[in-house]
């Protein structure tokens, strides 16, 4: 019974560490792309949230940490997005590494996944909320929502691409700690 409640305070206290690591990592090197937005080391720490604590744990830290990044940056419109996009980024992510042989291009293949959800959630979420905060008639502001909102495809390619270059090491070292850490 003691070491049910132990795992659950390790859970917890892992969890929190990792909506940590991801809310640091996205305020921290903030690199200007283009359409507006930035590269930052929180993608990194998206999908390090998959590979250690798996598909729900692991996707509610990615999520909870880079919403937290887009409110404390003012970007509060983009936060309840942020929270739905890095959830599933993270879940795909972490769905393909565990039913994966645990090589490398399984990593790969995942955060390849994750990161292409996370560019169209993103462009999805901006041509919503370009049309939401746009006056005019419905087609004509759907239609210019949508081809304002793909200025940020290759910012958000950018990203992920930095995110997932960033995680494949960091990745490798947090299998190793996993495998010779004391249960």
């Given at each position: 019974m003691?070491?049910?409640s132990?795992?659950k305070?390790?859970d917890?206290?892992?969890?929190?560490?990792m909506?940590?690591?991801?809310?640091?990592?996205?305020n921290i090197?903030?690199i200007?792309?283009?359409?507006?937005?930035?590269?930052h080391?929180?993608?990194?720490?998206?999908?390090?949230?998959?590979v250690?604590?798996g598909?729900?744990r692991g996707?509610?830290?990615?999520?909870?940490g880079m919403?937290?990044?887009?409110?404390?940056?003012?970007?509060?419109?983009?936060?309840?997005?942020t929270?739905?996009?890095?959830?599933?980024?993270a879940?795909?992510?972490?769905?393909?590494?565990?039913?994966?042989?645990?090589k490398?291009?399984?990593?790969?293949?995942?955060?390849v996944?994750?990161?292409?959800?996370?560019?169209?959630?993103?462009?999805?979420?901006?041509?919503?909320?370009?049309?939401?905060?746009?006056?005019?008639a419905?087609?004509?502001v759907?239609?210019?929502a949508?081809?304002?909102?793909a200025?940020?495809?290759?910012?958000?390619?950018l990203?992920?691409t930095?995110?997932?270059?960033?995680?494949?090491?960091?990745?490798a070292?947090?299998?190793?700690?996993k495998?010779?850490?004391v249960?």
């Amino acid at each position: 019974m003691e070491s049910s409640s132990n795992i659950k305070s390790t859970d917890l206290v892992l969890t929190g560490l990792m909506i940590a690591l991801v809310f640091i990592a996205g305020n921290i090197i903030k690199i200007p792309t283009v359409g507006g937005g930035y590269l930052h080391m929180g993608d990194s720490m998206v999908f390090l949230s998959a590979v250690v604590l798996g598909k729900r744990r692991g996707a509610f830290a990615a999520a909870v940490g880079m919403a937290l990044v887009d409110m404390f940056g003012g970007f509060y419109i983009w936060a309840p997005f942020t929270l739905v996009i890095k959830y599933v980024m993270a879940y795909i992510a972490a769905v393909v590494i565990r039913n994966g042989s645990g090589k490398r291009i399984v990593y790969v293949i995942g955060f390849v996944l994750g990161g292409a959800f996370m560019v169209i959630g993103y462009f999805i979420a901006g041509g919503i909320i370009t049309a939401i905060t746009t006056n005019g008639a419905l087609k004509t502001v759907i239609v210019g929502a949508f081809i304002t909102s793909a200025k940020d495809i290759v910012g958000n390619i950018l990203q992920a691409t930095f995110g997932i270059v960033v995680a494949l090491p960091l990745s490798a070292v947090a299998v190793k700690l996993k495998k010779h850490s004391v249960a």
